[in-house]
């Protein structure tokens, strides 16, 4: 794996000098939001994981490397690239040998991440299962159970299944931990019926849990839930009848697998007059700086 990573210069000091590292996901890039909302989203996140004292690596696939950390050109030439694949896991090794840009899901990232030896990772929301189809489970769930990576985001899209996320999440015994809640977030909406079992106020602690659990020898990844901040939440009520017409319209359109979530997503921000834009960038922000503040408490672990 090592041969097809490559390092910024900036994240390669960072953890040769043992410093705290953020990773960052880049489908958000590519698939998740229009140009330029891309490019000011993902540098604002770089911006912010400094901020809190935390170098960022955004992972994507660029020009046959899996780039650990980009320059800022390169965030650039990925931001405007109309033709970027969207990489799973089993996507890697077809976008690297095919040379092909591509932004990296949460699963990819997980497994570039862990590779680069990064425990942290923040992102939006974690994908699960859909709704209608208990056999259409994200390959994020998969690699939350076998990859030994901290993931903070806002729960799940809230286009999919939750009930049954978290059941799947409990099945293949990912911890998941509500940051400061004790119910789930529903990614645009504070959570108030999804029960959490888990539920910690400090950063230091959750840095002191995931210490605990990968000493003992437990691998699987942790799932950090961290809530929208109530300024930008979108009340359930408001949001939950535009998702189900935009899924009544995936359902008569035929859209299925990869293309299923990029659609629903514009549609939903269609739908909401760009609320629903704002909002998610207002999440992934705020993740980012959770992310960040737990990066270095792990840093101070090791």
Same mark, same amino acid.
């Given at each position: 794996?090592?041969?097809?990573?490559?390092?910024?210069?900036?994240?390669?000091?960072?953890?040769?000098?043992?410093?705290?590292?953020?990773?960052? +996901?880049?489908?958000?890039?590519?698939? =998740?939001?229009?140009?330029?909302?891309?490019? +000011?989203?993902?540098?604002?996140?770089?911006?912010?994981?400094?901020?809190?004292?935390?170098?960022?690596?955004? %992972?994507?696939?660029?020009?046959?490397?899996?780039?650990?950390?980009?320059?800022?050109?390169?965030?650039?030439?990925?931001?405007?690239?109309?033709?970027?694949?969207?990489?799973? #896991?089993?996507?890697?090794?077809?976008?690297?040998?095919?040379?092909?840009?591509?932004?990296?899901?949460?699963?990819?990232?997980?497994?570039?991440?862990?590779?680069?030896?990064?425990?942290?990772?923040?992102?939006?929301?974690? =994908?699960?299962?859909?709704?209608?189809?208990?056999?259409?489970?994200?390959?994020? !769930?998969?690699?939350?159970?076998?990859?030994?990576?901290?993931?903070?985001?806002?729960?799940?899209?809230?286009?999919?299944?939750?009930?049954?996320?978290?059941?799947?999440?409990?099945?293949? =015994? &990912?911890?998941?931990?509500?940051?400061?809640?004790?119910?789930?977030?529903?990614?645009?909406?504070?959570?108030?019926?999804?029960? !959490?079992?888990?539920?910690?106020? +400090?950063?230091?602690?959750?840095?002191?849990?995931?210490?605990?659990?990968?000493?003992?020898?437990?691998?699987?990844?942790? !799932? /950090?839930?961290?809530?929208?901040?109530?300024?930008?939440?979108?009340?359930?009520?408001?949001? +939950?009848? /535009?998702?189900?017409?935009?899924?009544? !319209? &995936?359902?008569?359109?035929? %859209?299925?697998?990869?293309?299923?979530? #990029?659609?629903?997503?514009?549609?939903? /921000?269609?739908?909401?007059?760009?609320?629903?834009?704002?909002?998610?960038?207002?999440?992934?922000?705020?993740?980012?700086?959770?992310?960040?503040?737990?990066?270095?408490?792990?840093?101070?672990?090791?």
């Amino acid at each position: 794996m090592q041969q097809f990573l490559e390092y910024s210069d900036e994240v390669k000091q960072a953890l040769r000098n043992n410093q705290p590292v953020l990773a960052l +996901e880049s489908t958000i890039i590519t698939h =998740g939001l229009p140009y330029p909302n891309n490019l +000011e989203t993902a540098q604002l996140v770089e911006q912010i994981a400094r901020e809190e004292g935390a170098i960022p690596a955004t %992972i994507a696939i660029m020009n046959g490397k899996v780039k650990i950390g980009l320059s800022a050109a390169e965030l650039q030439q990925l931001a405007e690239d109309k033709h970027a694949v969207k990489a799973s #896991p089993r996507d890697i090794s077809f976008a690297l040998s095919q040379r092909h840009n591509a932004g990296t899901t949460v699963a990819a990232t997980m497994f570039c991440a862990a590779a680069a030896k990064i425990q942290v990772f923040a992102t939006g929301g974690i =994908g699960g299962v859909h709704r209608g189809n208990d056999y259409d489970i994200s390959a994020d !769930l998969i690699e939350l159970s076998r990859t030994p990576v901290a993931v903070v985001c806002a729960g799940v899209k809230a286009i999919l299944d939750i009930p049954r996320t978290l059941e799947y999440l409990e099945t293949v =015994g &990912v911890p998941v931990i509500g940051y400061r809640t004790d119910t789930f977030p529903t990614f645009y909406s504070h959570g108030n019926k999804y029960k !959490l079992a888990n539920k910690i106020n +400090e950063i230091a602690d959750i840095a002191q849990l995931i210490d605990t659990h990968w000493k003992l020898g437990l691998s699987s990844g942790i !799932l /950090v839930s961290n809530p929208i901040p109530a300024i930008d939440a979108i009340p359930e009520e408001i949001i +939950e009848p /535009v998702i189900l017409a935009a899924l009544q !319209l &995936v359902e008569r359109n035929q %859209i299925t697998g990869k293309a299923v979530t #990029p659609f629903l997503l514009k549609e939903v /921000v269609k739908a909401t007059e760009g609320k629903s834009m704002s909002s998610n960038i207002a999440l992934i922000k705020n993740n980012a700086r959770v992310g960040a503040q737990l990066a270095c408490s792990v840093a101070s672990f090791r």
